[in-house]
């Protein structure tokens, strides 16, 4: 689990400290993020951890409206200035102890959760199975290798998620380097 005030040390050092708008990497695992999306478009979806909104403009043109929230205040002041589009909300906020009101029909975590402790990974799949619509989707994608600052790798995160009620996982691919998982809400 990160300590308080890691994410913003980290951006007042560099502004994209984890080359999300430039990597290639990167740019490959939001282009598969956002195709393995089952709906053409969805009406409001819901993106903790978004950032400096790279995945926040792809994730903008399938849905009418975004909510995108992230701890970070200088990650959205980039985030803002990247995504200028009126269907989308950002705002600082943190999960879970924070989360959006109303029902989502489409809640996307992407290298978020093992930032997490286990308690707040919990509150984030509670949270996020109440919030979304039935036949919503919840989509997650993280890095499979274990790394300093992680309290659990991508696989035992998206494990965590699978054995949760109310879930029933609809798509799964993983690679050497990331998992990705969609689930539906039944
Ligand atoms: C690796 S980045 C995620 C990048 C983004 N989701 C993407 O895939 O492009 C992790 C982000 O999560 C944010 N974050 C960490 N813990 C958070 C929390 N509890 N609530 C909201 N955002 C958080 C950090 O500030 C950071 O911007």
Request: aromatic share 10%.
């Amino acid at each position: 689990m990160t300590e308080p005030g890691y994410f913003d040390d980290l951006y007042a050092r560099t502004a994209d400290p984890w080359g999300l708008s430039t990597s290639a990497y990167e740019a490959r695992k939001y282009a598969l993020t956002v195709a393995a999306l089952p709906h053409e478009r969805y009406q409001r979806c819901f993106e903790p951890g978004c950032a400096i909104g790279v995945l926040t403009a792809l994730l903008a043109t399938r849905c009418d409206e975004l909510v995108a929230w992230d701890g970070a205040p200088r990650a959205l002041e980039q985030a803002r200035a990247r995504v200028d589009e009126p269907g989308v909300a950002f705002a600082l906020g943190r999960v879970p102890a924070s989360w959006p009101r109303g029902r989502f029909d489409l809640v996307v975590v992407s290298e978020l959760l093992y930032f997490l402790g286990e308690a707040d990974r919990a509150g984030v799949r509670d949270k996020a199975c109440q919030s979304l619509l039935p036949d919503g989707h919840l989509v997650a994608v993280h890095w499979r290798h274990a790394f300093d600052e992680a309290s659990t790798d991508g696989d035992a995160a998206h494990a965590e998620l699978d054995a949760t009620p109310g879930l029933t996982n609809v798509l799964h691919a993983v690679e050497t380097d990331f998992r990705l998982d969609v689930w539906a809400r039944e």
